[in-house]
C-alpha cells in the first residue's frame, strides 16, 4: 500500500530556533500534501495544503511565514517551524492522497518540543 | 472553519459491549472517511463513504452515511481490546484539492 514517510519523529529544540520537517512518498506522486497539527488528546487541525511546484494554501489562522512549507518535487513536502516558541510544542503529521475523494497516507509523525 | 462534530468524546466499555460514534457536518460532504489512531501512532485510513444513504461493513464494524450526506457513524459490536484507540471521522467538502476536516475523534476503551 501507498506508504508516506516523515522526519524526525521527534525533535527537542531551544525557542527562537528553527525546526524542518520533511515528508516523502515512498511509492507513489503526490501533487499534494497535507500538513496537520495535533495537541495532546485532541483532534488533527489542518494547517495548510502544500502543492507541488506552487505556493501552499494555508487554512484561516495559521501564520504562513511561521510555518513555511515547500513541496519541491512530487514526493517531498517540507514544513518549517520558524523561530520556535514553546507553544508550538505539538505533534506535526503530514499525509499525502493519490487524488480528490481518496484516502489519505499518513506520515508517522512528528512530536516537536520547544524548550 | 472546520465543523466537525464527534460525539462522544470519550467511550469506556467492557469487552463484548458494543459502542458508537457520532458524526456531524454543517455542510453537505461529498465524502466521509474513518480513521482509526492507536496510542502514540498516526491515524490509518478504516473506510471512506461516498453515496446517500451508504452503509458498509468490516467485520464487526458497521458505517453509515446519512441520506443527506451531512451525518456518519461507526459501529462496532462486541468490541474487543484490540479496539482501543481514537476514532476519526474527517469530511471532505469536494474541493478539487481534498482537504479533510477531522472531527475531535472518540476515544475508545475497552475493558477485559
Known amino acids: 500500500g501507498a506508504v508516506v514517510s516523515q522526519h524526525p519523529s521527534w525533535v527537542i529544540c531551544k525557542s527562537g530556533t528553527s525546526v524542518k520537517i520533511e515528508c516523502r512518498s515512498l511509492d507513489f506522486q503526490a501533487t499534494t500534501m497535507f500538513w496537520y497539527r495535533q495537541f495532546p488528546k485532541q483532534s488533527l487541525m489542518l494547517m495548510a495544503t502544500?502543492?507541488?511546484?506552487?505556493?501552499?494554501?494555508?487554512e484561516q489562522g495559521v501564520e504562513k511565514d511561521k510555518f513555511l512549507i515547500n513541496h519541491a518535487s512530487l514526493t517531498l513536502s517540507t514544513l518549517t517551524v520558524t523561530s520556535a516558541h514553546p507553544e508550538d510544542s505539538s505533534f506535526y503529521i503530514c499525509?499525502?492522497?493519490?487524488?480528490?475523494?481518496?484516502?489519505?497516507?499518513f506520515g508517522n509523525g512528528t512530536r516537536l518540543t520547544v524548550t | 472553519g472546520q465543523q466537525v462534530m464527534q460525539i462522544p468524546q470519550y467511550q469506556h466499555v467492557q469487552e463484548g459491549e458494543d459502542f458508537t460514534t457520532y458524526c456531524n457536518s454543517s455542510t453537505t460532504l461529498s465524502n466521509i472517511q474513518w480513521y482509526k489512531q492507536r496510542p502514540g501512532g498516526h491515524p490509518v485510513f478504516l473506510i471512506q463513504l461516498v453515496k446517500s444513504g451508504e452503509v458498509k461493513k468490516q467485520k464487526r464494524l458497521t458505517f453509515q452515511f446519512g441520506e443527506a450526506k451531512k451525518n456518519s457513524s461507526l459501529h462496532i459490536t462486541a468490541t474487543q481490546t484490540t479496539d482501543v484507540g481514537t476514532y476519526f471521522c474527517a469530511g471532505d467538502r469536494g474541493s478539487t484539492l481534498g482537504r479533510l476536516y477531522f472531527g475531535r475523534g472518540t476515544q475508545l476503551t475497552v475493558w477485559p
Open positions: 502544500s502543492n507541488e511546484g506552487s505556493k501552499a494554501t494555508y
Open positions: 499525509s499525502a492522497g493519490q487524488g480528490a475523494n481518496s484516502p489519505l497516507h
